[in-house]
């Protein structure tokens, strides 16, 4: 269990971060509501709440991963069924992105909003694997996911932004 008190300020950080991540990205969309272009309620689904979603998992994932647990076993548990929801919901988020059309998502926006995310859940579930026999270098892949998804939103945030800003002012 020292391995994982070796991350506990990698996980204060992250997870800070992320929580003031949600609350900064709540306070945006409350700011543009009123200014919202149309349709942009179908695209949501798609690219404003999976930004959340990664966000919230990121703050999930510290959180737990600070906790003092008695054995490895747990929290592999815990993040592998993260991973694997997370696996399901990008699934759910790509027909979300390939069925509305509010928008007509870019290749880059694939990648953002779907295949690294997608990956990043992958590598949480073939981590909490790894774990059970080599809990220290999972916790590496754990880390790497956190900050994959932590970025990850970060650029979908700014990108969701600068497409309602720009889109709301060609329309005016």
């Known amino acids: 269990m020292a391995d994982f008190a070796a991350w506990n300020s990698f996980y204060v950080i992250v997870g800070s971060s992320a929580g003031a991540l949600i609350g900064l990205q709540f306070v945006v969309m409350t700011l543009i509501a009123e200014r919202a272009p149309p349709r942009a309620a ?6 404003a709440t999976p930004t959340i979603v990664h966000f919230g998992t990121v703050l999930l994932l510290a959180a737990i991963l600070c906790a003092p647990w008695q054995e490895a076993t747990s929290i592999a548990i815990i993040w592998g069924l993260m991973g694997i929801i997370g696996i399901v919901y990008i699934i759910i988020v790509a027909g979300r992105m390939r069925v509305q059309s509010a928008y007509k998502p870019s290749v ?3 990648l953002y909003y779907a295949l690294l995310p997608l990956g990043a859940y992958a590598l949480l579930a073939l981590s909490a694997y790894w774990a059970l026999s080599h809990p220290s270098e999972a916790l590496f892949g754990v880390g790497a996911v956190a900050l994959l998804l932590l970025f990850t939103g970060i ?17 005016e």
């Open 42 to 47: 179908e695209a949501g689904p798609a690219f």
């Open 108 to 110: 880059w926006d694939w």
């Open 155 to 171: 650029h979908n945030a700014w990108d969701s932004i600068v497409y309602l800003v720009f889109y709301n002012n060609q329309a």
